[in-house]
């Protein structure tokens, strides 16, 4: 049995957040009440987490227990990884990932979209990278 990498099961995880917080975007589109935009923001915040940690991981760059993603963009910058230039608008979503679960965060649709949008670009990158 082949050893998995930790940056490919941080990646694989992450496209799983991204693909769970797109379902329940949809659902809550379609009127789903028992949902909220936190819960989905959640997710995204997930994504983006594990992101930046298979990012690290893949360049061999230790990285602190943390939910932020502004001290794991700052960890990227810190060692001169390139990623995405949106990537500094990301860092808003560290509020989902402890307060927003107990917490109500408000925040719009048109958000949700916008991270969506950066969360696809930035897993492309990832992929490729980890790809070579």
Request: hydrophobic fraction near 40%; aromatic fraction near 8%.
């Amino acid at each position: 049995m082949e050893f998995v990498k930790q940056y490919v099961v941080l990646y694989k995880k992450a496209k799983t957040d991204l693909r769970v917080a797109k379902i329940l975007l949809d659902d809550f589109e379609k009127g789903d009440n028992e949902l909220d935009l936190e819960v989905i923001m959640f997710h995204l915040q997930q994504c983006a987490e594990k992101l930046l940690k298979s990012l690290l991981a893949f360049n061999e760059h230790h990285f602190t227990k943390t939910h932020s993603i502004e001290t794991l963009v700052d960890a990227l910058n810190s060692c001169g990884i390139v990623t995405i230039t949106e990537i500094e608008e990301l860092i808003p979503l560290s509020d989902y990932a402890v307060e927003g679960r107990y917490a109500i965060i408000h925040d719009d649709l048109d958000d949700v979209g916008k991270y969506i949008k950066i969360l696809d670009e930035f897993s492309n990158l990832v992929k490729l990278t980890i790809d070579k």
